[in-house]
């Protein structure tokens, strides 16, 4: 009997764990989510190597796009466009990459790496249109009601496996 409530226990401050961790994740210091997509590519780049911006579901028909390693570029209709990177930039350095969609703003860092040679300012050839890309797994795009929806559905499944177990054993307390 003590094995079950020490197990009711354990069951319920993993489901205290499960409904608090999404508010504590919620707020991890990337304030980057926006009802709009966009994307760089590549994420990394040379010195006067070239980047397609792409932005989708902006109801807007134009996205401004700024950098400080390179000139404002405005996307027309939801169309790509690129952007020559500042022959200037510092290779290691990280520069912001802001999209602008009727004043809701979204940023994705792009890195700047060192010129492997005299042809390397063209870049690899991307194709438009693509996707954003998710967060590898992490937890960093999931909402704060999906993580909450998940423990409590692990915290439930537990919570079942506990009483099935406890009314298989019968009354032996």
Do not use: Q, W
Not at 109 to 115: A, C, H, K
Not at 142 to 155: E, F, N, R
């Amino acid at each position: 009997m003590r094995v079950i409530r020490v197990a009711s226990v354990a069951l319920l401050g993993a489901a205290a764990f499960g409904v608090a961790a999404p508010a504590a994740l919620a707020d991890d210091g990337n304030h980057n989510i926006t009802s709009f997509g966009f994307t760089v590519s590549p994420s990394t780049v040379a010195p006067g190597g070239t980047v397609t911006l792409n932005a989708t579901g902006c109801e807007v028909p134009s996205v401004t796009v700024t950098s400080g390693v390179f000139d404002t570029v405005t996307l027309e209709e939801g169309r790509s466009a690129t952007a020559r990177v500042d022959d200037d930039a510092k290779p290691g350095a990280e520069y912001d990459v802001t999209f602008d969609c009727k004043g809701e703003k979204g940023t994705t860092p792009l890195t700047i790496r060192e010129s492997s040679g005299p042809n390397d300012h063209m870049g690899p050839v991307m194709p438009g249109n693509g996707v954003r890309a998710g967060a590898g797994g992490s937890l960093a795009g999931m909402s704060p009601g999906a993580i909450g929806a998940g423990s409590t559905l692990v915290a439930g499944a537990l919570g079942f496996g506990a009483y099935k177990v406890r009314r298989r054993s019968g009354s032996n307390t």
